[in-house]
């Protein structure tokens, strides 16, 4: 049965267990034995053999004898003969819970219930002997792996080597030339100077340089001037908007979240402007890695450079830009697969290794076990996913603390006054006037304060309310019964959640006492977060809260027994919101309960003029005046701490079957030595720092090879994505650490090692390579000339824009609105479209809608926002031809580039050196020259008209676009 029962099985039965004549361990009757000839034999052979008898043992299970078959594999024993009905063979070929067998097509019921009769009989089968045993599969050593391969060696700084002839310009030329030299081969000549800058401009801003610096460029030869043109594109505002929109690729980075309805993913252009920003700035990259792995728990995070809130949450983003499913039918296994997505990203960006490989077994060919896949995985099921609300120039922080104050100044004035004990009997919420099921448990009462629980934002205080505790209600200071967890007892405009502790659903009802305004109580079960958009097979889990006085509202979870989940009390920032108790039950209704269910007492107006309390109405007006004024704050996609939780290992990814507990760590190859110890919350921050210690060589080696990569069209280790053993070795790796060594002295500065980079001969070299050199070296793996490169998508698409003086250079802000062609339809599909020329915006500001991404960026390459893209494809096919041709951009914005050629006064000639320096980075050939004057001739013989006539030239332009040297780099 394809994969049968792959799912069905233990580790492979020994050798010396079955390879013996194997007799029936029980006295099997004739008719038995002719039922298991006639019936199942055949039935085995024909569906299971093909995986599950001789060499072939998927999932460690063979079928071809009964010893194999009770033995079974990697799940168990395939037969339960005490218990026949629970045997795990007939659950895969019943399609059960936990398998489903064979793969392809279910049994027919006949046959299912000629292998139940079977079981029922004992599993009959005649004494035969045992089929040949295949040779065991080699045991999962990680040490000799992590001992052959050579990514996981320590970072060494190798000396320059300095017998490579001529003095090289920088040490990367020296290593370069080594390797030349032993296989002589010649390096091609220099690029030309007008090539150079071209190549330089697109790989620093992706923008074509202007006519005018190019003859600068070429009129001034001297050294020092590449470098000032290298520095003032390093500290132009558009480097950050070129080499961000690599990174969006690494992780997958979208604006919706896919499936059938795309729904919006909030704010996640947030995640792209602080990419944008920490490219500009040159963040460190460790600390960059550090901030998108735990960029919510640093001590003292990174400010927005302007609005000053908390910069460095916004890096946690990336952990939630991945597709979503919406009501999937099994939550568990949704979370699964969610949780695979995010590791395999964060493997691939910052360590270049496939741990998603190790899912559902030990890594098939790397030193990585499937219990490093699920220790990574604990560090996500112990996070969850939050709409961050940050403070906007820290206003929403001294509000908080202004009002604090002044809470706490009439709290005094509150409990010394004698009218206090009278208040607070009204609010009477003594535990003994609840009249629950006897096996209900109290969740929480807060009694234990927030103990365990997670609090974001400011709304709810650093406690549950106390005795004296008030709030501005009304405009009247009112008293708050004490023990309740209370969003508006300082301000009903400060944001806040609280979330609970991560706990099993082990009764089928919540019942929560609670009253508030404009806020919401959730449950999130699996970590399941879209119940608000599609709360089918979630229905109530999300409910408003709108009422001024306690009241109970349910919650029936019986769907998800068993299934791990936590509470969140939330509060944007619009009302408030008090929680007094949380209870799971076995009844559907709530409990009787003879508690008062006054959420607050308003102080009589008589009170407010006698001391000690007369002041609380001068403090109620301070604290709304506070209140009103409080910004909005900022909303952005980011992860947020939660209970630690250690997974299990899912026996064949399946996690209905578990297996082995799997503590959260780094991977066992780098962290062997490291003793065992519990980490606070999900532990992403230990793990952040764990990263960056001596013995994790990849952190630095990925991102050197990938800057190397797009600087040279090919990374030193080619496979960008792939360290391990699936991908390509480094062609250079002395290179390779001599730079990743460098990275880390310079303070992981990206652009000091771009800098680096650029300023060699080897960057320098001309795409035309001495003809010996090529035979030798084909595809270029020693560099002994430059890369040909195309540009991307985005860069084709924001030259056309430049080139037609459309180009709007604002930087950040919310993405432009998609352009819809007639062909984009389906669900989920805007409302509205966006304009044709994106407002002008560079392409890395056009909405990415996972469901309707732009035809222009698709037809060159652009990936699918799926998993971690390091290194687009590159292709030539004749829908880039046929876009270049035909799409209405491309005419409306070569249109507007003629308007300009037209309106500058020159002559004919002038205008197409100008058009070939803008368009190509130098100017014409003689032949192109006396070619393009003819065009121009016979353009405007055919239209009537003469050589101004703006469509005559829009036909120039859209000619020279769809010139091969228009979309590659020379």
């Not at 038995?32 to 024909?46: G, K, N, S, V």
């Not at 006396?930 to 121009?936: L, R, S």
Request: with cysteine; hydrophobic share 40%.
């Amino acid at each position: 049965m394809l994969l049968l029962l792959a799912a069905v099985a233990g580790w492979p039965t020994p050798a010396a267990e079955l390879n013996v004549t194997v007799a029936a361990d029980r006295a099997f009757s004739a008719e038995q034995l002719e039922f298991f000839e006639r019936h199942i034999r055949p039935l085995l052979a024909t569906h299971c053999f093909e995986c599950h008898a001789g060499e072939n043992q998927e999932g460690g299970l063979r079928l071809d004898s009964r010893a194999a078959v009770l033995a079974g594999g990697d799940s168990g024993p395939a037969l339960d003969l005490q218990q026949p009905a629970a045997s795990l063979l007939l659950d895969a070929v019943r399609y059960g819970d936990i398998y489903q067998m064979p793969p392809t097509e279910q049994l027919p019921a006949e046959q299912v219930k000629l292998l139940e009769e079977w079981i029922a009989q004992g599993a009959p089968w005649p004494p035969e002997a045992a089929p040949a045993i295949a040779a065991a599969k080699p045991a999962f050593d990680l040490q000799a792996r992590k001992a052959s391969h050579w990514a996981w060696r320590p970072i060494v700084k190798p000396a320059t080597p300095t017998d490579v002839g001529a003095a090289p310009a920088s040490p990367i030329d020296a290593f370069l030339l080594a390797k030349l030299n032993d296989a002589k081969l010649v390096r091609a000549e220099l690029a030309d100077r007008g090539a150079l800058l071209r190549r330089t401009s697109f790989d620093l801003v992706g923008l074509p340089p202007t006519p005018a610096e190019i003859h600068e460029f070429e009129n001034d030869p001297s050294p020092q001037t590449r470098e000032r043109i290298i520095d003032r594109l390093l500290a132009s505002p558009h480097f950050g908007e070129r080499w961000a929109r690599h990174w969006l690729d690494v992780v997958r980075y979208a604006e919706t979240l896919g499936h059938e309805s795309d729904f919006p993913l909030t704010e996640a252009w947030r995640y792209r402007d602080y990419v944008i920003r920490a490219f500009n700035a040159d963040l460190p990259y460790d600390q960059f890695v550090r901030e998108h792995i735990a960029g919510d728990l640093l001590e003292e995070p990174r400010r927005h450079p302007t609005e000053r809130f908390n910069e460095s949450i916004l890096a946690t983003g990336f952990w939630y830009l991945g597709e979503a499913v919406h009501a999937p039918v099994d939550a568990r296994a949704d979370q699964a697969t969610r949780l695979e997505n995010q590791v395999d990203v964060f493997s691939k960006a910052f360590l270049g290794l496939t741990v998603a490989c190790a899912r559902c077994h030990d890594h098939k060919f790397d030193a990585i076990s499937t219990k490093d896949y699920y220790a990574l995985a604990g560090y996500l099921a112990s996070s969850h996913q939050q709409v961050a609300r940050l403070d906007p120039n820290g206003e929403l922080e001294a509000g908080a603390a202004r009002l604090a104050e002044l809470h706490a100044a009439g709290r005094e004035a509150i409990v010394s006054a004698a009218l206090f004990s009278q208040l607070e009997g009204e609010l009477h919420h003594a535990d003994a006037d609840v009249h629950g099921d006897p096996s209900e448990q109290v969740f929480a009462d807060f009694s234990g304060g927030f103990e365990h629980w997670f609090r974001t934002g400011w709304a709810f205080g650093d406690a549950p309310t106390k005795p004296g505790d008030w709030r501005v209600r009304a405009a009247q200071p009112a008293i708050l019964a004490p023990g309740v967890a209370h969003s508006g007892r300082f301000a009903e405009r400060l944001p806040g959640v609280l979330r609970s502790p991560t706990f099993t659903i082990e009764k089928p009802h919540l019942h929560y006492r609670v009253a508030g305004r404009q806020s919401k109580v959730r449950l999130i079960v699996d970590g399941y977060a879209m119940d608000p958009f599609t709360p089918q097979l979630f229905e109530g889990f999300t409910f408003e809260v709108d009422g001024d006085e306690f009241q109970w509202r349910s919650q029936d979870a019986s769907r998800y027994l068993g299934h791990r989940a936590h509470l969140e009390f939330v509060d944007a920032g619009a009302g408030w919101l008090a929680v007094n108790e949380v209870r799971f039950s076995e009844n559907k209704q709530p409990p009787a309960d003879n508690r008062s269910k006054l959420e607050s007492m308003p102080v009589p107006d008589w009170a407010l003029q006698s001391e000690p309390i007369a002041g609380l109405t001068s403090l109620a007006q301070s604290m709304r005046s506070i209140d009103e004024l409080l910004p909005d704050p900022v909303a952005a996609v980011a992860i947020g701490d939660g209970s630690g939780e250690h997974l299990r290992v899912h026996i064949r990814g399946n996690y209905k079957t578990p297996g082995e507990l799997a503590r959260r760590r780094l991977l066992e190859a780098i962290t062997a030595d490291d003793p065992p110890h519990e980490m606070p919350g999900s532990g992403r921050l230990e793990l952040a720092e764990r990263m960056f210690r001596e013995d994790n060589p990849f952190v630095a080696r990925v991102m050197v090879n990938r800057i190397w990569f797009h600087l040279m069209g090919r990374g030193l280790v080619p496979t960008v994505d792939n360290f391990g053993a699936l991908g390509e070795p480094p062609s250079h790796p002395e290179l390779l650490d001599y730079l990743a060594a460098r990275f880390i002295e310079e303070g992981w500065s990206i652009k000091r090692l771009i800098r680096e980079i650029m300023l060699s001969d080897a960057y320098q070299r001309s795409t035309v390579g001495v003809p010996a050199s090529e035979i030798a070296d084909p595809q270029n793996r020693l560099l002994h000339r430059a890369n040909v490169r195309r540009l991307e998508g985005e860069a084709i698409r924001d030259a056309l824009l430049c080139n037609s003086g459309r180009l709007d250079r604002t930087l950040l802000g919310p993405p432009v609105p998609i352009h819809l062609s007639p062909f984009m339809d389906g669900r989920g599909k805007p409302a509205t479209s966006g304009p044709l020329d994106g407002a002008g915006r560079r392409s890395i500001y056009l909405e990415v809608r996972r469901n309707f991404l732009a035809p222009f960026l698709l037809a060159f390459d652009m990936p699918a926002p799926a998993t971690c893209v390091g290194q687009r494809n590159a292709s030539n096919v004749p829908a880039q031809a046929l876009t270049l041709l035909n799409d209405p951009l491309v005419l409306e914005l070569c249109g507007r580039w003629a308007e300009r050629i037209v309106a500058e006064p020159s002559s004919t000639d002038g205008r197409i050196r100008e058009l070939y320096l803008t368009a190509f980075g130098r100017e014409p050939m003689p032949a192109e020259a006396t070619a393009a004057n003819e065009f121009v001739l016979q353009q405007s013989a055919e239209r009537g008209t003469n050589d101004n006539d703006e469509q005559v030239w829009a036909d120039l332009c859209h000619v020279l676009v769809n010139v091969k040297e228009f979309i590659y780099l020379r």
